[in-house]
């Protein structure tokens, strides 16, 4: 048996979700669909939300985009791909990374997340094993291969400079 419910339902229970965390227009259009909502009920909250400022996938973006570049988590091509991921507009994310692209910046804090995750590690005490798992790390996180080869073979920041 199929259970209707009013139309207001769909979109306080949209409101309900924006109330823990931002969401992009296509995330929250899913999350309304797997909660059984049809898609022209869905679509109708979504709309009316974003008319009434609610919801914004530019303020999603640069969230997402502080948050990753305070902690660390992703960088570059990484953090472009997490964007999208989330269904944030390919021009949109590339205008927001563009700002972030400086080497600078991602060494500052690609030292400050190895210092985080990895205190002990000295790229010049290290054996290839130990290195390569923290270049892998640091990889994972989407730090380029400039700045993985910097730290880990290098060492600078790490410990001693070479």
Same mark, same amino acid.
């Given at each position: 048996?199929?259970?209707? +419910?009013? %139309? #207001? ?5 949209? =409101? *309900?979700?924006?109330?823990? !965390? ?5 995330? /929250? ?39 990753? +570049?305070? %902690? #660390? ?5 990484? =953090? *472009?791909?997490?964007?999208? !991921? ?5 021009? /949109? ?39 390569? +798992?923290?270049? #892998? ?11 993985? !080869? ?13």
């Amino acid at each position: 048996m199929t259970v209707t +419910r009013p %139309t #207001g339902d769909c979109y306080l229970a949209a =409101l *309900r979700l924006l109330t823990g !965390r931002d969401f992009t227009v296509r995330l /929250l259009l899913q999350r309304l669909l797997q909660k059984g909502f049809s898609r022209s009920e869905s679509t109708a909250a979504v709309e009316r939300l974003e008319g009434e400022g609610y919801l914004q996938d530019r303020r999603f973006a640069e969230r997402f985009v502080s948050s990753a +570049r305070e %902690t #660390g988590r992703f960088v570059g091509y990484r =953090l *472009r791909q997490e964007l999208m !991921r989330r269904g944030v507009d390919q021009v /949109l994310a590339d205008e927001l990374l563009h700002e972030e692209a400086a080497l600078d910046d991602q060494l500052e804090c690609a030292q400050g997340l190895l210092k985080r995750r990895y205190p002990a590690f000295d790229p010049q005490q290290s054996d290839d094993r130990e290195r390569r +798992r923290v270049a #892998g790390f640091l990889q994972r996180r989407g730090y380029g291969g400039s700045v993985v !080869r910097m730290l880990v073979l290098q060492g600078i920041g790490g410990g001693r400079q070479v």
